[in-house]
């Protein structure tokens, strides 16, 4: 070092100034260390523990590896899978943490945690859901699940309970384990809290109606029966609508819920308690198409009875996609030559999503936002963790749309 070059003066302030605690101005310019939300060290759960019976459970929240998330929940949907279980456990799940439509901030994440399932960044702060946990099929990327639906996975709020308990999103706080468990998760920070709680639901429907487009028959300009304006009805509306289909005739017996579809894409009702026997609602169909049965039709309930029927409604050579069993719903009468074959029918089942579809819904959300279409007022009772079985119980009374639990 040449000492000549070197402004001896100005270090000797600088050593002095540190030591009196006076330091440079560049010094205190420092950038502060990122604000990180504080994890308690206990938290709540909605532990189902018999039928029709939430109870709030305080568990210490599970030391975090490197390839686990603790994710801070704000808000879970409560889907007609957590109806059911909390009715009847069909599952034989209890005891259990339910909750399977929920969305969080990650306050706390391993050092291995970088991207989500698609490769996007993710930090502390950002926003997540859930999808699918393959941990029978860790193999599973996003490129190779065109064809597998999430029936052969599990999923965060139908995972039994164990030592880890914090497994659903009916809680203060979820625990997402990494690494071979297989878990997969979205960053979704871009979308508000309501849209992120209707990502699982929506994707149900953006896969059927990626399903009922490999008939080759459902188009632009088709003639589109969706029957049932429950939640799934509706959102299958949206998704029809997004795609630029507007011909779209919605059936139900719940005249609010037919006003509803209208404003959601649908161009015209049927409100089947108008009309004494199916071939008075046929005509009826028929009319709402200018008389015409429809090209495509989306069986949306779980009533046998509407399957039934729904043959009816479509035109020969037309297709049909029945989405609404999703349970054993009990058995349905047709007669396949009428209903079936001398029609040629194209018919598709659907069942749940695939990771693929996650990512599609996610633009489909922001989609139905730009056009206008009122996806969050599907939401219409929010319930604190704390009135859990009091949101179970609104949602099998069936009073509302979409039910939701949103903490404080």
């Known amino acids: 070092?040449?000492?000549?070059?070197?402004?001896?003066?100005?270090?000797?302030?600088?050593?002095?100034?540190?030591?009196?605690?006076?330091?440079?101005?560049?010094?205190?310019?420092?950038p502060a260390a990122p604000a990180v939300n504080s994890v308690p060290k206990t938290a709540?759960?909605?532990?189902?523990?018999?039928?029709?019976k939430f109870e709030l459970q305080e568990y210490p929240l599970p030391e975090l590896g490197d390839?686990?998330?603790?994710?801070?929940?704000?808000?879970?949907?409560?889907?007609?899978?957590?109806?059911?279980?909390?009715?009847?456990d069909p599952f034989s799940l209890i005891p259990v943490v339910l909750g399977h439509e929920g969305t969080g901030e990650i306050v706390a994440m391993g050092k291995n945690v970088k991207t989500d399932t698609a490769g996007n960044p993710v930090k502390l702060g950002d926003k997540i859901v859930t999808c699918m946990i393959f941990k029978d099929d860790p193999e599973i990327t996003m490129f190779d699940l065109n064809k597998k639906n999430?029936?052969?996975?599990?999923?965060?709020?139908?995972?039994?309970?164990?030592?880890?308990?914090?497994?659903?999103?009916?809680?203060?706080?979820?625990?997402?384990r990494g690494g071979k468990f297989g878990s997969t998760f979205f960053n979704v920070s871009d979308l508000d809290l309501d849209s992120r709680m209707l990502i699982e639901p929506c994707a149900v429907l953006v896969h059927?109606?990626?399903?009922?487009?490999?008939?080759?028959?459902?188009?632009?300009?088709?003639?589109?029966?969706?029957?049932?304006?429950?939640?799934?009805?509706?959102?299958?509306?949206?998704?029809?609508k997004t795609m630029g289909i507007v011909n779209?005739?919605?059936?139900?017996?719940?005249?609010?819920?037919?006003?509803?579809?209208?404003?959601?894409?649908?161009?015209?009702?049927?409100?089947?308690?108008?009309?004494?026997?199916?071939?008075?609602?046929?005509?009826?169909?028929?009319?709402?198409?200018?008389?015409?049965?429809?090209?495509?039709?989306?069986?949306?309930?779980?009533?046998?009875?509407?399957?039934?029927?729904i043959y009816k409604f479509i035109r020969p050579a037309g297709g049909l996609c029945?989405?609404?069993?999703?349970?054993?719903?009990?058995?349905?009468?047709i007669n396949p030559h009428f209903d079936i074959c001398s029609k040629e029918l194209t018919i598709v089942g659907s069942w749940v999503y695939t990771l693929r579809d996650y990512a599609t819904t996610i633009d489909f959300l922001k989609a139905a936002k730009a056009i206008g279409l009122p996806m969050s007022e599907l939401i219409t009772d929010r319930f604190?963790?704390?009135?859990?079985?009091?949101?179970?119980?609104?949602?099998?009374?069936?009073?509302?749309?979409k039910i939701a639990v949103v903490n404080k």
């Open 1 to 30: 070092m040449d000492l000549n070059n070197v402004n001896i003066e100005e270090i000797v302030k600088q050593v002095l100034s540190g030591m009196t605690g006076n330091a440079p101005a560049a010094a205190a310019a420092k």
């Open 44 to 52: 709540r759960v909605a532990m189902m523990t018999e039928l029709k």
């Open 67 to 88: 390839d686990d998330m603790i994710v801070k929940v704000e808000g879970c949907g409560v889907c007609g899978t957590d109806a059911h279980e909390y009715k009847n």
């Open 150 to 176: 999430v029936g052969g996975a599990d999923v965060y709020g139908l995972l039994p309970d164990d030592d880890v308990k914090f497994n659903g999103w009916f809680a203060d706080y979820i625990f997402i």
């Open 208 to 240: 059927a109606v990626e399903r009922a487009k490999t008939t080759g028959i459902l188009k632009f300009n088709s003639r589109v029966a969706v029957q049932g304006c429950g939640p799934i009805g509706l959102i299958c509306i949206a998704v029809l």
């Open 248 to 309: 779209i005739t919605a059936i139900d017996g719940n005249e609010k819920r037919l006003e509803f579809a209208k404003r959601m894409g649908a161009s015209a009702t049927v409100n089947f308690a108008d009309y004494k026997g199916i071939e008075a609602l046929t005509e009826g169909v028929k009319e709402s198409f200018g008389g015409h049965l429809a090209d495509f039709a989306f069986q949306c309930t779980g009533n046998p009875k509407a399957h039934s029927n």
């Open 322 to 333: 029945e989405l609404g069993f999703f349970i054993n719903g009990g058995d349905a009468v």
């Open 384 to 401: 604190p963790l704390e009135e859990i079985n009091e949101a179970l119980q609104t949602n099998l009374a069936m009073t509302g749309l």
